[in-house]
């Protein structure tokens, strides 16, 4: 089978992913991710930059991804509870499904390097400051009461993190089942009414 450049460079990353996640970003060689996807180390680089350049372009489309989630759980509807109860399930649900990612952009921040660490925090600081605008929107509706925007959105964001750590396709609960009740632990932490 012949892969056109773009399907290459995904399966690059891929394997870039898997073996970050096992290895760690430093242990982790571009002949060992090379070997991974059938080339030559430095046969990547007719694909890629740099390993680097392979870190950064998971970390941004994760971050790019979960802001597109977000703006589209968002997009049909101005209710505050509604709102933010869609992009919880947005974020759980991502996080469900993307357990390398979120353990990758999570442990390998420290291991961007300028300008893509500060591109990558740009996006998360992005991302954050979308659920303390939905839980601000709330506060001044009457809909919820926390002293600070900013912990609550943290807590919440933390919920969705936190599943890509235990949660399994195969386990004892379904996707669904954690992407509701996650749902209702953010409203009550922003004490919806």
Same mark, same amino acid.
């Given at each position: 089978?012949?892969?056109?450049?773009?399907?290459?460079?995904?399966?690059?990353?891929?394997?870039?992913?898997? $073996?970050?996640?096992?290895?760690?970003?430093?242990?982790?060689?571009?002949?060992?991710?090379?070997?991974?996807?059938?080339?030559?180390?430095?046969?990547?680089?007719?694909?890629?930059?740099?390993?680097?350049?392979? &870190?950064?372009?998971?970390?941004?489309?994760?971050?790019?991804?979960?802001?597109?989630?977000?703006?589209?759980?968002?997009?049909?509807?101005?209710?505050?509870?509604?709102?933010?109860?869609? @992009?919880?399930?947005?974020?759980?649900?991502?996080?469900?499904?993307?357990?390398?990612?979120?353990?990758?952009?999570?442990?390998?921040?420290?291991?961007?390097?300028?300008?893509?660490?500060?591109?990558?925090?740009?996006?998360?600081?992005?991302?954050?400051?979308?659920?303390?605008? &939905?839980?601000?929107?709330?506060?001044?509706?009457?809909?919820?009461?926390?002293?600070?925007?900013?912990? @609550?959105?943290?807590?919440? $964001?933390?919920?969705?993190?936190?599943?890509?750590?235990?949660?399994?396709?195969?386990?004892? &609960?379904?996707?669904?089942?954690?992407?509701?009740?996650?749902?209702?632990?953010?409203?009550?932490?922003?004490?919806?009414?």
């Amino acid at each position: 089978m012949v892969l056109t450049g773009s399907a290459r460079s995904a399966q690059i990353r891929a394997a870039a992913l898997d $073996l970050f996640t096992r290895l760690g970003y430093e242990a982790t060689t571009m002949a060992d991710i090379g070997a991974a996807v059938g080339m030559r180390g430095p046969s990547l680089y007719k694909h890629v930059a740099s390993k680097q350049d392979v &870190l950064a372009q998971i970390m941004t489309g994760t971050m790019e991804a979960l802001l597109a989630a977000h703006r589209a759980a968002v997009a049909t509807t101005e209710e505050p509870v509604e709102r933010l109860r869609r @992009a919880t399930e947005a974020h759980v649900r991502y996080h469900a499904r993307h357990h390398q990612e979120a353990f990758v952009g999570n442990r390998e921040i420290r291991s961007l390097v300028q300008p893509h660490r500060g591109r990558v925090l740009e996006l998360r600081a992005e991302y954050e400051r979308c659920f303390r605008d &939905l839980i601000e929107a709330g506060i001044r509706a009457g809909r919820f009461e926390v002293a600070s925007s900013r912990l @609550a959105s943290y807590a919440i $964001l933390d919920l969705g993190m936190g599943v890509a750590v235990w949660f399994r396709a195969d386990g004892e &609960l379904t996707e669904d089942a954690v992407v509701w009740q996650y749902s209702q632990f953010a409203l009550r932490i922003v004490n919806a009414r």
